[in-house]
């Protein structure tokens, strides 16, 4: 009977992370929508009620930011119910601890930051931290739910070289200094200083701030490409090889490929809003893509010198993660 009732329990989680999962996708864009058009004055300067009213009287802009926010709380329901039931389940594996602390964490420090941006909206550090952790509550949502739909399988982070886990790390941090340095000169409006691509010979004259801010995040993407591909041929090389690495690799170089698309898609359309809806999905993808090959390279680590000493490492007496 017990073990019916636990069946039932990893059933809805299943559900419930899934949910989660697209839910915090759907929240990052309409975030992006709420910047994109304008509207992040919808409901004035008031947090968390609109114009001082729970429900607001109807414009188009109000209408944009309420609705951001009220998928923003029905999503927070989904992603507390999601930790209360993977603690329930694996709360004796560090892994969950570690992935349930970061995932709720990361809503909150959401919350607090939209708040922010509502509240100082000039201040384009602060748009972009709010970006920037929405990227970190996404990816981590994301694994909390691929963890609890395979609770059962094997871990090989124990047979990955630690010069290829170093390696995938460091792509993850670099990753996230790139998007994180792209929503900051999209704020400060550097982002349209080059009206062509891939080359900038229109625009603000070259040699301003803004130009240059815009070369280096251009730079700085093909870079993460190069960089991508290096750690798709190291994975494919590793003995024993790591299947689940080699995939998450490849469809990284493929996102990192689709971003670059939608950059030039972007700045081509002079900034329209399926542009810019466009990239930062594909920023989340690309973050979330980078997330995953840290998950896979540090969750079942059991021994010897660890990235993240004691962190994601189940301990001996627990199942395998």
Sequence with gaps: ??????????KAAAVIGTLAAVGMFVVLVMGSTVTSTGSAQGCGRDWPLCRGQLIPQ???NTFIEFSHRAVTAIESV???ALAAVALLLWRQRRAVLVLVGLMVGALFLQAGMGAAAVKWPEQPVVL???F?????????TVLTAIYVRRPKRRPVADSIEPGLRWAVWGTAAYVYVLVYSGAYIRHTGAAAACTSWPGCTSGVRMGTLPVLLDWAHRSAAVLVLVVAVGLLLGARRA????????????WLVAA???QGVA???LVMSHFDLFGELLHAALTGVVFTLAAYLCFVCTVGRSGGRQLLPGLLTASPENAAE
């Excluded at 009977?1 to 990893?10: F, G, N, Q, V």
């Design 263 to 265: 950059g030039a898609i």
């Design 78 to 80: 989904l992603i507390l």
């Design 128 to 130: 972009a931290l709010h």
């Design 256 to 258: 990192i490929c689709a």
């Design 239 to 250: 003995i024993p090889r790591q299947n689940d690495l080699v995939r998450g690799a490849s």
């Design 1 to 10: 009977m017990l073990d019916l009732h636990r069946a039932d329990l990893e």
């Design 132 to 140: 920037g952790i929405s990227l970190i509550a996404l990816a981590t």
């Design 58 to 60: 109807f414009a188009v």
